[in-house]
Each structure stands twice: as C-alpha cells, then as structure tokens.
C-alpha cells in the first residue's frame, strides 16, 4: 500500500491538503454514475460484453459514493506501523481465545471436513477468521461499492488494482443477485467472515454446505471452507509445521535476510551456518522463512518459518499477520483442549 509520510515541518500543510482533498476534485469526478463518468462509463461496457446487463451496471455504479476516509485509511494498517510486540497485544486477548475455542465447537463438524478435505488444520481456520472479522462479529463498516469505486477511480498508485476488484465485485453481485450497494466490508473492499477481497472470492469462495450458493458474508460453514480451499490452492503443506523457535546471535547476521515474505529460498542448513538455530528436527534442506520479532523488553528473538509460514502470507503480505495467525491458533487451540478435559 502507499504511504504518505509527513516530516513535521510540512505537517500543517499537509493536513489542510488533506482536509480539503474532497474539494480539490470537480463535481463530476465525484460521481460514478456512468451517465457522467467516462471511465465507469467504459467498465459497463466491458463487463456488459462478460454478460452482466447494462442497466443493471449503470443502476449500481450510479450509486456508488465518493469516500475520501477509505483514501486516508490506505495509510495507516496496522502491519506497517506497529512492531510485534505492539501488534501481537491486539490479537491475543484472553476473550478472542475464548471466542475462538467457542467457534470451534460450535463449527466442529464444519471445521473437522475442511480439514479432511483440504487438510488445514480447525485451529488455523478459525484464527484466520478471528484475526480478520473476530468470528463474524466485525465484517466492516464500509459499503464496498464506495469503497472499491473510490480506489479504482482516486487511488494515486493502486487504481487499476482496485478496479479490477470492483469489477469483480459487481459481477459477484450480479450473479448472486445481490444488490451491490447493500454489501459492507473493509475500507479496502474485504469481505465477509473471512475478508476475501472480490477476486479471492470468486477464485477460491466454495459452496460447502451445498446451496448452490457461495455466501461469505452470513455463512459461516461456506467461510470456513473457502479459508481452507485459499490455503490448499497455495500450497498449504498437511500435517506441516508452521514455524519454531530459534536461537541466533545477538546481532542479526547480515547473510541472511529477515521477515519476508516471499517464497521462502533460505535453508535450515544456510540459518544455521549464520547461528540461527532451532531444537526441533529438520532436514537440512528444508526451507525456512527467518523471522526476528521485536518485544516489550527490548530484546528481539529469532524464530524459523517453514513453508505454511509463507502460505499464511499469501493472506496477507505481513510477517506480523502470519505470526499472530500462528500463535492465536496455538493458543485457541489449548485452550479448546482445556476446556474438553
């Protein structure tokens, strides 16, 4: 995401640009209504060639609403800013692991054939659900059609992203016959229990209770299984671990490079070649993501990925969202145990 970043010497400028942002655009580039708007004008036409009616397009873009606060949100997620320790406090709270203990028991069936299916382990299911939308309980405020019309059309560097994301988004509302601006979810256009975004839905959403439909947003048994599909598609590893604690130097090695996210190409054998170590057994080949994770005390401590690490950031594309997943699971998990004996 971009990120605008003030020096604090430009900061009162830069917040009056900001207050009168939504000024500064003429009245026209405020609408979508294609009858105005050459550029939602031509996204009816090319989704009316794909076969979703003109009419119905021209009656749901027209209205779609300017949001400049979905603008101003791109700016501040939570991956960006905060370190571990800051972020890891949002997530483990003794109420979302009690919640999500619940969730699992309530869904056991549900989250017992996704595993036999896609083999994702019920605790990993429900993390993600309740890291994204806390069980269902928060899946948004913001009307999507607003929000994907305002970054398609005004984001300053992510705009064809994000219109390919409303596209979708109608032709989803379409053939569910839903009306567009009914549906709410993130500034971002996530939605749903699970927070797909409009091409995540349609590539990876499942029918998992066998209606004929893929409803994300009030079922909570066709969520959990397109969690689980999400993950298998990437390469989720069955039966793998997802990260183990590791010993390493006090300085992090400058041979080894730190918290990505990308496909992980560093071997268990090259980290410990830099005296990054871990006690459990892996085989030398194996390839581990290396993570160092800033705490409350100062200190920072070494852990190793293994490849489900890096599906989880498939997700989303932060070393801290796939750690809290992995340590809200942990945790939802004892506690479901707990409770059961």
Same mark, same amino acid.
């Given at each position: 995401?971009?990120?605008?970043?003030?020096?604090?010497?430009?900061?009162?400028?830069?917040?009056?640009?900001?207050?009168?942002?939504?000024?500064?655009?003429?009245?026209?580039?405020?609408?979508?209504?294609?009858?105005?708007?050459?550029?939602?004008?031509?996204?009816?036409?090319?989704?009316?060639?794909?076969?979703?009616?003109?009419?119905?397009? @021209?009656?749901?873009?027209?209205?779609?609403?300017? !949001?400049?606060? /979905? *603008? $101003?949100?791109? =700016?501040?997620? +939570?991956?960006?800013?905060?370190?571990?320790?800051?972020?890891?406090?949002?997530?483990?709270?003794?109420?979302?692991?009690?919640?999500?203990?619940?969730?699992?028991?309530?869904?056991?069936?549900?989250?017992?054939?996704?595993?036999?299916?896609?083999?994702?382990?019920?605790?990993?299911?429900?993390?993600?659900?309740?890291? @994204?939308?806390?069980?269902?309980?928060?899946?948004? !405020?913001?009307? /999507? *059609? $607003?929000?994907? =019309?305002?970054? +398609?059309?005004?984001?300053?560097?992510?705009?064809?992203?994000?219109?390919?994301?409303?596209?979708?988004?109608?032709?989803?509302?379409?053939?569910?016959?839903?009306?567009?601006?009914?549906?709410?979810?993130?500034?971002?256009?996530?939605?749903?229990?699970?927070?797909?975004?409009?091409?995540?839905?349609?590539?990876?959403?499942?029918?998992?209770?066998?209606?004929?439909?893929?409803?994300?947003?009030?079922?909570?048994?066709? =969520?959990?299984?397109?969690?689980?599909?999400?993950?298998?598609?990437?390469?989720?590893?069955?039966?793998?671990?997802?990260?183990?604690?590791?010993?390493?130097?006090?300085?992090?090695?400058?041979?080894?490079?730190?918290?990505?996210?990308?496909?992980?190409?560093?071997?268990?054998?090259?980290?410990?070649?830099?005296?990054?170590?871990?006690?459990?057994?892996?085989?030398?080949?194996?390839?581990?993501?290396?993570?160092?994770?800033?705490?409350?005390?100062?200190?920072?401590?070494?852990?190793?990925?293994?490849?489900?690490?890096?599906?989880?950031?498939?997700?989303?594309?932060?070393?801290?969202?796939?750690?809290?997943?992995?340590?809200?699971?942990?945790?939802?998990?004892?506690?479901?145990?707990?409770?059961?004996?």
């Amino acid at each position: 995401m971009n990120r605008a970043r003030r020096k604090a010497g430009g900061y009162a400028i830069a917040m009056l640009v900001a207050c009168s942002a939504p000024a500064v655009l003429a009245e026209e580039e405020m609408s979508f209504d294609p009858q105005d708007n050459p550029q939602t004008q031509q996204l009816v036409e090319e989704l009316a060639q794909q076969g979703v009616p003109s009419e119905w397009l @021209e009656q749901a873009l027209a209205q779609a609403s300017y !949001r400049q606060e /979905v *603008l $101003d949100a791109m =700016a501040g997620a +939570a991956e960006r800013r905060l370190r571990w320790f800051e972020y890891r406090a949002i997530f483990m709270t003794e109420q979302r692991i009690e919640e999500g203990a619940a969730f699992m028991r309530e869904h056991a069936d549900t989250l017992a054939r996704a595993e036999s299916v896609y083999g994702v382990p019920p605790e990993v299911i429900t993390a993600i659900i309740g890291v @994204e939308t806390y069980y269902g309980r928060h899946k948004g !405020r913001h009307k /999507v *059609l $607003d929000s994907l =019309a305002t970054l +398609a059309f005004h984001h300053p560097a992510r705009g064809d992203f994000f219109r390919g994301e409303l596209a979708a988004f109608l032709t989803i509302a379409y053939q569910q016959d839903v009306a567009p601006s009914s549906l709410y979810g993130s500034y971002a256009g996530a939605m749903g229990y699970p927070q797909f975004i409009p091409t995540s839905y349609q590539a990876y959403a499942v029918d998992f209770d066998d209606d004929d439909k893929r409803d994300l947003w009030n079922n909570p048994v066709d =969520a959990i299984g397109s969690v689980a599909n999400y993950f298998a598609e990437h390469g989720w590893q069955r039966d793998g671990f997802i990260y183990h604690e590791a010993e390493g130097p006090d300085s992090r090695p400058d041979a080894l490079t730190f918290n990505q996210t990308v496909r992980p190409t560093t071997t268990a054998a090259e980290a410990a070649e830099q005296g990054v170590v871990t006690q459990a057994s892996l085989t030398p080949d194996t390839p581990v993501v290396p993570l160092v994770l800033e705490y409350a005390d100062g200190n920072e401590r070494y852990r190793l990925g293994e490849y489900n690490f890096y599906v989880i950031t498939r997700y989303n594309h932060s070393h801290l969202y796939a750690m809290a997943v992995a340590e809200l699971a942990e945790a939802i998990k004892q506690q479901a145990e707990a409770e059961h004996d």
